[in-house]
């Protein structure tokens, strides 16, 4: 879950009646302050040394610059999984350890270089962990006033060094011992929104972005000097001031997934949602530009190149946040886009023009409300109920293996009481999900598998086998080829963050949000085949 309770207490609460959670779909965060290097090793409660050395990589947020989510090099399959046991646990502790509710307190993908697991938590404090034993090396401890929230922040490492963001600053750290390199706190005005995304470094620059700003140019998407941290290039998600939007004076756009940087020159955000609710977007309709969309920028100047809107005058919340992936399909080198209005869309990657769209996830028919307001053909009445919900759809990040891209959607019908609502906050069925698998070239569903829980772990793909986490804290695994769980593994608690795969090594942020008996206990818990 990747919103905000700090904007307005209405806006994206959803109170899951059948899943008894309380959960949110979207927004931004707070302010921070007093971050520094300390070596105290009082939350670690790391195992003993296994007998082996552990090793493989993880080394970047979806496990390679394309966003694969492709955990080459695991030693992983249906003919060992099963042999998954604990090697070690890292629970955090004091402030950290309450969370933030309630989303928990890890929600980023870890990332694993040089037999170090380093992440970072909702309070932007980050850790490197042996990645044998998930001892301590050191931490780099945030003290700030207010807890971030609810992220799913994170950090990038290249070149020996770690780079992150706290909800207004973004900084440099050495990866060997985590002393600051640099700290770079004037990069957001006021309306500009707050840091809640895990960065992609690529070619000596930063890539990050600002969640729903609630000025004229809504969020922000920018590129930093990965030596400096100075600035490279700004550029704004929303095009002008929009009657809708600024009536609620809520934010737009902005983006909360690690960009694209590809090879071609270019860096490709995937873009969230505008703030609206469907009085408004009836009658005020405009595009909104460019909310709800990819955005493919040259990477050296931040100029746009093209983009693709995937649901105009959106008022459902429906964000094309994932992290865009990049592929060759057909011989066409392709962009790969999803989001929370439950559609993965396939995109030339020159020049943006869609090549197929999918649904995926449940749909009950109101999938075009938005583009009939824009079109002025509306004639919405309340109550009525969307499926996707404002939850999803698509919530976490696809995985490509092959020739098949891996969809992990939720599905939660919810409904609007009244058309004054930002979003609806009425649930209106179960809680479930599904994990799907597309053909890369045609869009086609080779296979669907219904889940009774909300799969909130991004898909991960290693060898023939698909990995999810659902939010009840189980580990899954199902098999590539035809959708069967070849392996289910029970987490000590709720688990809200993609996990990440290094050779024999399975890593996965238990953030803790939820228990069966209450109150979670975050935790990072490493499972390994012997």
Known sequence: ???SLNRRAALGVVLLVAAGLLVAACGSS????????????????????????????WPYSNADLANTRDARGSTISSANVSRLEPAWTFKLTGKAAKGVSPYGSLTASPIVRDGVVYLQDLDSNVYALALATGRLRWEYRCDQPEQSGPGPNGVAVVDGTVYGETPTSAFALTAATGRTIWVNGNLLSKGQGTFGIQP?????????????????????LLALKASSGAVLWRFNTVVGAHAGVQSLDVGSGGAWETPLASGDGSVTYGIGNP????????????????????VNLDAATGKLRWYYQGVPDDFKDYDMQASPISATSNAVPVVIGSGKMGYVYEMNAETGKLIWKTPVGEHNGHDNDSLLALQHKSKLRAPFTILPGSFGGVLTNLALGGDSL?????????????????????????ATGEVEALNLATGKVEWDTKLSQLPLGAATV??????????????????????????????PTSANSPIAIAGSTVIVPAGGAITSKGAGHPQVVAYRVP
Not at 200 to 220: D, E, F, H, K, M
Not at 275 to 294: F, W
Not at 412 to 429: C, D, M, Q, R, W
């Open 462 to 491: 290693s060898n023939d086998l698909v990995f999810t986490t659902l939010y009840n804290g189980v580990l899954i695994a199902l098999d590539r080829t035809t959708g069967v769980i070849a392996y289910r593994g029970q987490l």
């Open 30 to 57: 707070k302010t921070t302050a007093g971050c520094g290097l300390t070596t105290s090793a009082t939350a670690t409660n790391a195992a003993a040394s296994p007998t082996d050395a552990a090793s493989g990589s």
């Open 275 to 294: 703030y609206q609710t469907p009085a408004a977007a009836i009658a005020h309709p405009s595009a909104q530009l460019y909310t709800d969309s990819a």
């Open 406 to 430: 891996y969809v992990v959607t939720c599905d939660l019908p919810l409904t609007y009481t009244n058309l004054s609502e930002p979003v609806p906050t009425k649930a209106a069925g179960a």
């Open 1 to 3: 879950m990747r919103t």
């Open 200 to 220: 992609q470094v690529a070619n000596g620059r930063v890539y990050l972005a600002s969640q729903y700003g609630s000025g004229p140019g809504g969020g922000l």
